[in-house]
């Protein structure tokens, strides 16, 4: 019995260490100056299969690939971090940015929520108006009021 439980615990200590060897290769820099260039690029820049985590944050296969690439951009090239997005966003396009700059092709992107906002608030307005109009066209006549009241008298007296 002790046999197997020591088994069983090796095995478990070791499928849980293969998470931790499967992580991000160990990487080295010469100087910190290329940590502090490799690390921002990986926050600025978005991975393209996750689409809303950074390159940083990201786990995906992809992400991998390209914090490969930026290494070697950042470290190896030793390219400035402006050298190094101009030559990611002519690969991939403006979609690699995570914040990526106002023009005509990313004004949706940009503008678009506060242009949904506008458009919410005038149907709002437009149905609170509509509701008030149809209100005032509604409401009785002060001869149909009094009717109302009789015939609702008639029918309390009849109920008694």
């Not at 260490?17 to 926050?43: M, T, V, W």
Request: glycine content about 4%; aromatic content about 8%.
């Amino acid at each position: 019995m002790r046999r197997w439980l020591a088994i069983s615990l090796f095995a478990l200590a070791g499928a849980l260490a293969l998470p931790a060897a499967a992580g991000e290769p160990i990487r080295e820099f010469d100087a910190p100056d290329q940590r502090e260039r490799y690390y921002s690029l990986l926050e600025q820049l978005r991975c393209l299969v996750c689409q809303n985590e950074s390159l940083a944050s990201s786990s995906a296969d992809l992400a991998q690939d390209m914090r490969d690439e930026v290494y070697r951009l950042a470290v190896e090239e030793n390219r400035s971090e402006e050298a190094s997005i101009a030559f990611l966003t002519e690969r991939y396009g403006d979609f690699v940015l995570y914040r990526p700059p106002v023009g005509p092709t990313t004004w949706l992107l940009w503008f678009g929520p506060a242009l949904m906002l506008l458009i919410g608030a005038a149907i709002l307005a437009t149905i609170i108006r509509w509701r008030r109009n149809n209100d005032e066209n509604t409401a009785l006549s002060p001869a149909e009021q009094a009717r109302a009241e009789r015939l609702l008298a008639s029918d309390s007296e009849d109920e008694r």
